[in-house]
């Protein structure tokens, strides 16, 4: 079962930053955290991912909190094409063991002109 | 990022017949590859993984016999869906890793059974 609970839905302004948030509370200390986007009739695309600082790449930020029980992708000036559903997962990064991505329902975001 | 292939991206066959969707690691070695399913509205449900060389280890529910997967290479692994039915219908998403890296996605087959 998914280990992550996101808002089902979320709107955005074109232009504005988009925060996504994430609850993992029963994050395990192997467990990276997990960003994916899927726009419609797509396979998921990959964000960024973190353990416990932050992380910042050319698509987003992830904001991780110190307990690491929620987080935070951060789109910084959101288009038309950042419309799609995020999905926040918690994984064990690698390894024969585990390393499976279990997709919840994720927050499906809207950015409006 | 890497990049990961799909063939067919739809396909429509008749009742019972088999059909087989191929997934390619173009650019990298994949160790493991996972197979998902979405039906409409709802999110990607994981069917299996595969690591090369090995057999197919299945999700709870997904049956084996039905649902083939091969894994023959580093860079390829296929699913057969096998005496297809309407039911089957539905988009079928492949993923590759190697390592500790993310897992890529290829961009998904539609299949629908008529």
């Known amino acids: 079962d998914a280990k992550t609970t996101q808002p089902p839905s979320m709107d955005c302004a074109e232009g504005r930053a988009a925060n996504l948030p994430c609850n993992h509370s029963t994050i395990s200390g192997n467990e990276y955290v997990y960003w994916y986007r899927q726009i419609h009739s797509q396979g998921p695309q990959y964000i960024i991912h973190?353990?416990?600082n932050n992380e910042t790449n050319e698509m987003a930020s992830l904001i991780i909190t110190e307990d690491r029980k929620s987080s935070t992708l951060i789109l910084p000036h959101a288009t038309l094409r950042d419309t799609a559903v995020y999905y926040c997962i918690v994984r064990v990064a690698g390894g024969n063991q585990g390393g499976k991505l279990i997709f919840g329902q994720g927050t499906e975001l809207s950015v409006k002109p | 990022g890497a990049v990961v292939s799909q063939h067919p991206s739809r396909v429509i066959c008749k009742s019972g017949t088999s059909v087989k969707i191929e997934c390619r690691s173009l650019d990298f070695q994949a160790t493991t590859m996972f197979w998902y399913r979405q039906f409409p509205k709802q999110s990607l449900m994981l069917m299996a993984t595969s690591n090369e060389g090995s057999k197919a280890t299945y999700e709870q529910g997904v049956e084996k016999d039905k649902f083939l997967i091969n894994h023959a290479s580093l860079t390829l692994s296929t699913l057969t869906v096998t005496s297809a039915h309407p039911e089957d219908s539905s988009f079928y998403i492949c993923?590759?890793?190697?390592?500790?890296?993310?897992?890529?996605f290829g961009q998904g087959t539609r299949l629908t059974v008529v």
């Open positions: 993923s590759a890793q190697t390592g500790k890296a993310e897992a890529f």
């Open positions: 973190g353990l416990k």
